[in-house]
């Protein structure tokens, strides 16, 4: 009878353990998903210089699509190099020549994702 009731309870002990275990795995899998808001809402400023500038043709809404080489800026790490697209009002075409200087918003966790600061453009995903 203690046998039964020693092995019983460890059964019990060993599947709330795997119960508890596989609940924290399915929440870390939820978490590491981020979408563009959550990556905007946590950019930090920064400033990037246009080193290449590739603008499509403005479409029927006054927007062009523009593939961009930056070299960011951002403060505390080192200078890099991004490459980005994004939708530029046609009055906004002037900001983003090669060798402008812009002021931009980079994700410190995904500093690839680099976002205009300013209401001439959005980043296209």
Do not use: C
Not at 31 to 51: F, S
Not at 70 to 91: D, N
Not at 114 to 125: K, L, T
């Amino acid at each position: 009878m203690d046998f039964l009731t020693l092995l019983s309870s460890l059964a019990i002990v060993g599947v709330v353990l795997w119960a508890v275990l596989r609940q924290r795995r399915g929440r870390k899998k939820k978490a590491e998903k981020v979408d563009h808001r959550t990556r905007r809402e946590r950019a930090v400023w920064a400033w990037a210089m246009v080193v290449k500038a590739d603008a499509g043709p403005v479409d029927a809404g006054g927007r062009a699509r523009v593939n961009l080489e930056l070299e960011v800026h951002m403060p505390g790490t080192p200078v890099y190099t991004a490459l980005v697209s994004w939708l530029v009002e046609q009055e906004g075409l002037a900001y983003v020549e090669t060798g402008k200087e812009i002021s931009v918003r980079a994700d410190p966790q995904g500093p690839e994702f680099i976002y205009p600061d300013g209401s001439w453009a959005r980043f296209v995903e």
